[in-house]
């Protein structure tokens, strides 16, 4: 009987052991973390609707990769008057040149977490009027002219169109910023909304 007794209390302990040491582990199951992607090459290129071989890039670079300094622009970006464009991107993590990671590709299978926002010197373009969706301002945000829209039907950016002014302009701004936005973008989510992936401002002439 005694004997039963002891085999009976040090199952009871093995159990109680085992269940504390379960919930321990539960407790200590350490969150799913969001990827943080690294860019360092981003190209711009502005596509002229009516013709395709009239191509313009402007380029950003990340010198050291992962290091201090941020992505630096190479290039400003001159677009003709009264023309009509297309701007995609190449957007690229290239710190194993043998195997570059296309991020573009990333933010499109995610687009429900990313969002483009823009800025530009007031009536650059007469299509889309105004200075951008930059400034906070939401109400703005379909006056771009995004392409691409994610699975709820809110827009993205990895396409756009846009049509110059006819008036000349020179050391005019074109800004592009990248909003991470998991698990907090809308119809009316802004750009103080989520993580900034990249801003970058570019000058702008038309001419």
Known sequence: ??????KYGMYTLFLGGALLTSCSDDDEA???ENVVEVFTHVTLI???VGDASDVVTARAVDPDGTGVDELQILDSITLAT????TLNYDIFNRLNPSDPEDIGAEIKAEDDEHQFFFGFTNNAFTDPVGDGNID???AGT???NYIDRDDNGDPVGLFTIWTTSTTPLSNGRFRVRLQHQPDVKTSTSGVNDGDTDFDLPFVLNIE
Not at 1 to 6: I, V
Not at 82 to 85: P, S
């Open 1 to 6: 009987m005694l004997q039963n007794a002891k």
């Open 30 to 32: 350490p969150e799913p």
């Open 46 to 48: 502005f596509t002229n």
């Open 82 to 85: 009264g023309t009509t464009y």
């Open 136 to 138: 906070g301002n939401t």
């Open 142 to 144: 379909e006056a771009i």
